[in-house]
């Protein structure tokens, strides 16, 4: 899915990030503020669903990650593929770390669940609470696969497990929340 968030017009935001990327990297600061800027969206969207109740955490864990490690980074055409590993493991590891389970943003639902309102209108709470109840592990695999359109192939090296595992927790995640919707 190309919705990163990422540069303006026609011009793809893994082209528009790489300039930025080689100039932060090079140690200029403006670049690597306007880099994180410029990939803050992203990041939350990515951080809001996987760690609802700590988000603002995860946000932040995800960009001093990258602050941290886009000197490793070689290849700067790639920077939002690693942005996106790099976030997603720190949301994880964030909300495993509070183990607290609060709605997602109902947006985010939407996408992630298939079940829209009316225009206009906000998801009920009840579908919330059903995706917040779900363990951070099969959130995790929801948000990849079905709100950023990943192969099961690239969940499971995100999030470092075998592809099995990721079939295994799609299926259950699905079905866990079809049972909870459907009382």
Do not use: N
């Amino acid at each position: 899915m190309d919705d990163t968030q990422g540069g303006s017009g026609a011009e793809p935001p893994w082209e528009t990030a790489a300039p930025l990327v080689r100039a932060a990297q090079a140690g200029d600061a403006l670049a690597m503020d306007e880099l994180l800027a410029l990939v803050t969206p992203y990041v939350t969207r990515l951080c809001r669903p996987i760690a609802p109740h700590e988000a603002a955490d995860a946000v932040q864990e995800s960009l001093v990650a990258v602050f941290k490690g886009l000197r490793g980074l070689r290849d700067p055409l790639a920077f939002y593929g690693w942005v996106r590993t790099v976030t997603v493991r720190e949301a994880v590891r964030v909300a495993r770390r509070t183990a607290t389970e609060e709605p997602a943003d109902p947006a985010d639902l939407a996408r992630l669940t298939g079940l829209h309102t009316d225009a206009g209108t906000e998801l009920p709470a009840d579908v919330r609470d059903v995706l917040a109840r779900l363990p951070v592990r099969h959130r995790a695999v929801l948000v990849l696969r079905e709100l950023e359109g990943l192969d099961e192939a690239a969940v499971a090296d995100l999030l470092g497990v075998p592809t099995g595992t990721v079939k295994s927790r799609l299926h259950r995640a699905r079905s866990s929340f079809r049972k909870a919707w459907s009382r």
